[in-house]
């Protein structure tokens, strides 16, 4: 039997968890000052940053990181039937499973700030809808080889988390965790 659209709906932001935290992590440990070095080491093409300063080291540790403690949580919880429901799968691999989510998320950032740079859009401009699904990319290419993806779930999770992105940032940039609203 084929699952309802909310139930759907509700699996595929289950699915998400470990790369929605891992993409807000480097947000929330920005005034923390391990390992606050730019992946892109300061290097530049043709006058501009390859990725820009605001990419570092600490927010790919501490998203990974959070990846995987957010899939462990997961794993834990679906021994309760109710949260079985809403998985995927069992979550036994939740080390693998946080590690290439959380790490396929920012990559997929990544690789947007790469092009933003190359088009001259400054850190924290809007590059709709781009901002919104890079991470969903990332974690869908990085979770490929362990994860069946139908069209109908890397849709429903795009559109999900294009919504979730605007609001989740609006809130961050109201609360004064972000310096803009995208």
């Known amino acids: 039997m084929e699952d309802s659209f909310g139930l759907l709906l509700l699996k595929c932001l289950y699915l998400m968890l470990p790369a929605y935290f891992a993409n807000m992590a480097p947000v929330w440990v920005r005034k923390i000052n391990f390992l606050n070095y730019p992946i892109d080491f300061d290097r530049k093409v043709r006058n501009n940053p390859i990725l820009g300063n605001h990419k570092t080291f600490r927010g790919l540790f501490f998203g990974v990181l959070l990846g995987i ?5 997961q794993f834990l919880l679906y021994k309760n039937p109710a949260f079985a429901k809403i998985s ?3 979550y036994s691999s939740w080390f693998l499973i946080g590690f290439l989510m959380g ?3 920012l990559f997929g950032d990544a690789v947007k700030s790469f092009f933003k740079r190359r088009v001259g859009i400054r850190p924290g401009h809007r590059f709709i809808p781009f901002d919104q699904i890079d991470f969903v990319i990332g974690a869908f290419i990085f979770m490929a080889p362990f994860f069946t993806l139908t069209l109908k779930i890397f849709f429903i ?3 999900a988390s294009f919504v979730l992105d605007i609001l989740a940032t609006h809130l961050a940039f109201y609360l004064g965790i972000r310096h803009e609203k995208w």
């Open 103 to 105: 790490f396929g998320a």
């Open 69 to 73: 403690m957010v899939a462990f949580i």
């Open 157 to 159: 999770s795009m559109l």
């Open 88 to 90: 995927f799968f069992d």
